[in-house]
């Protein structure tokens, strides 16, 4: 069984930045495609950015524009979202993903979860 652990979320003020890692059990990792979602109150679960297993990444471009960096290390089991000059609407539960080798935009395609972790953004 897959696992995902996601932890680095927590409380920032507007104009900080946070690092959240998702750490994936398992022996197949270089073959995940590994992606970040959030979700607000009351709002759908919605794409953030997400990697392949060869290293190509994308960004949901309008919310996180030059802000967010996804990256991997295959050494370390471990998928990380850098995130900066944060706002209050980033505030939301990340979720990181897991799924084979090619990176989707839909939560629908990923097969494995994290619990989430809370990110909230003060203004």
């Known amino acids: 069984q897959v696992q995902l652990v996601e932890s680095g979320g927590g409380l920032v003020q507007a104009g900080g930045s946070l690092r959240l890692s998702c750490a994936v059990s398992?022996?197949?990792?270089?073959?995940?495609?590994l992606g970040w979602f959030r979700q607000a109150p009351g709002k759908e679960r919605e794409f953030v950015a997400a990697?392949?297993?060869?290293?190509?990444?994308?960004y949901d471009t309008d919310s996180v524009k030059g802000r967010f960096t996804i990256s991997r290390d295959n050494a370390k089991n471990t998928v990380y979202l850098q995130m900066n000059s944060l706002k209050p609407e980033d505030t939301a539960v990340y979720y990181c993903?897991?799924?084979?080798?090619?990176?989707?935009?839909?939560?629908?395609?990923?097969?494995?979860w994290g619990q989430g972790t809370q990110v909230t953004v003060s203004s």
């Open positions: 990697i392949d297993w060869n290293g190509g990444s994308a």
């Open positions: 993903s897991a799924k084979g080798f090619v990176l989707s935009r839909k939560p629908g395609d990923y097969i494995y």
């Open positions: 398992g022996r197949t990792f270089s073959t995940y495609a």
